[in-house]
């Protein structure tokens, strides 16, 4: 990969995991030597209120933590669409929850993803790791660092060290990976 910088915004309620998500994404550009940032962005009620992280994983120096316009949006939650489908800067790629954002995008100047995330999630016994399979597609579709390293990164989360962990999180982000519109 050439010299890019990828910005994320990643929006959602608090408890999907939206910050761990953005926290994934830092951890992997960490792996590989990048430059970043992750800025972290709670509604007042925490659980259940609003919820988004910005992240910059770059090859060069970040001037700004905050993530107006990302090369790479995420929401979980129709009130984060309300707010920010139109955020995504032209040739940026959206990716939409679909099973939570009854909405769809009227832009055609970017690419954009609907996944049934939670759905899936659920469906698959991985019920809390729609976050996870959201990651997966992210990285087949926008691939910002190589799989392997997302991967990783999302072992080295794991704070208890549990295979069992690893193991849910790796399936959560295979669904996602494979996920076919």
């Keep these: ?3 890019t910088t990828h910005t994320f915004l990643l929006a959602g309620f608090g408890g999907q995991g939206i910050l761990f998500l953005g926290k ?15 800025l972290p962005s709670y509604g007042p009620e925490m659980r259940g209120g609003t919820c988004n992280c910005s992240v910059t994983v770059s ?5 700004s933590p905050q993530v107006l316009t990302p090369s790479c949006l ?13 955020a995504t800067v032209a040739g940026g790629y959206t990716f ?4 939570l954002v009854s909405s769809k995008s009227e832009r055609t100047d970017i690419s954009v993803f609907y996944i049934p995330a939670t759905s899936l999630a659920n469906e698959n ?4 790791l729609a976050n ?6 992210i990285c087949k579709e926008y691939p910002f660092l190589p799989k392997e390293t997302v991967l990783k990164a999302l072992e080295k989360n794991n704070k208890k060290n549990l295979p069992e962990i690893t193991e849910r999180n790796n399936r959560a982000f295979d669904i996602g990976y494979n996920y076919a519109e």
């Design 125 to 128: 016994g991985l019920k809390g």
């Design 59 to 63: 090859d060069e120096e970040i001037g």
């Design 132 to 137: 996870i399979v959201m990651l997966g597609k």
């Design 1 to 3: 990969m050439n010299n």
């Design 74 to 86: 995420v929401v979980m939650n129709q009130p984060s669409f309300d707010k920010f489908d139109k």
């Design 24 to 38: 994934a994404i830092a951890v992997a550009g960490l792996l590989e030597d990048k430059e970043l940032s992750w």
């Design 96 to 99: 939409i929850d679909s099973s």
